[in-house]
């Protein structure tokens, strides 16, 4: 069973939608229980980083989500609160990974909100997806690159597009609205062996 977090601050929809056309059905909750007992867990997120963890604060998920043994897969906003810290409303993130989320300077458009390729691709989330491939974006905060880092993209400067430690991974680009390569992303997810 695919759980997907359910905590107000997803674009739940689309990624149901998603997982259907691979054939697989997925569970929207915020119970413990539920989350604990999935196979995988999709951690989605977008709107501000500050309410986001309030709402995780709310539902006790700040606690559970770093706890889980399963692969788990946030996206977007899902992807930087697994961060330690994010720029965005000086807020404490779930300290996952250690790194800071910055915003973008000012020296570009933000949000950056669109199609942009990714490189530098590394781990089995990528398997059959080549360098340079493009994904859908949109984001005004960014991760720098870390040890964690297995995907880039550059937008004013080279950043993390996708994140690995240990059971965790993390894309900042939405995997369900990035045509064929972003289903390709969602079912090597699947395939993770626990």
Same mark, same amino acid.
């Given at each position: 069973?695919?759980?997907i977090?359910?905590y ?7 990624l ?37 963890m309030k709402?995780l604060?709310? #539902?006790?998920?700040d ?6 043994k399963?692969?788990?897969?946030g996206?977007c906003?899902g ?23 910055k ?34 974006l949109?984001?005004s905060?960014?991760?720098p690159?870390l ?7 550059? #937008? ?7 994140l690995?430690?240990d ?18 992303l969602?079912?090597n ?6």
């Amino acid at each position: 069973m695919i759980a997907i977090i359910d905590y107000g601050a997803g674009n739940t929809k689309s990624l149901q939608f998603a997982l259907e056309r691979l054939g697989v059905s997925s569970l929207l909750t915020s119970n413990e229980r539920e989350i604990r007992s999935a196979d995988k867990v999709i951690f989605p997120g977008q709107g501000a980083a500050g309410s986001a963890m309030k709402k995780l604060h709310h #539902y006790g998920l700040d606690k559970l989500i770093p706890n889980l043994k399963q692969p788990v897969l946030g996206i977007c906003l899902g992807m930087q609160l697994l961060c330690e810290h994010s720029e965005e409303g000086d807020v404490k993130g779930l300290g996952i990974i250690k790194g800071t989320v910055k915003r973008f300077s000012n020296q570009v458009k933000v949000p950056q909100m669109g199609w942009n390729s990714i490189h530098d691709l590394k781990g089995p989330l990528f398997e059959g997806i080549s360098s340079n491939s493009y994904m859908y974006l949109v984001h005004s905060f960014y991760v720098p690159q870390l040890e964690e880092t297995v995907a880039t993209s550059n #937008y004013n400067g080279e950043y993390s597009v996708a994140l690995q430690k240990d059971n965790f991974y993390g894309v900042q680009f939405h995997p369900e609205k990035s045509s064929r390569k972003g289903q390709l992303l969602l079912r090597n997810f699947l395939n993770l062996s626990q």
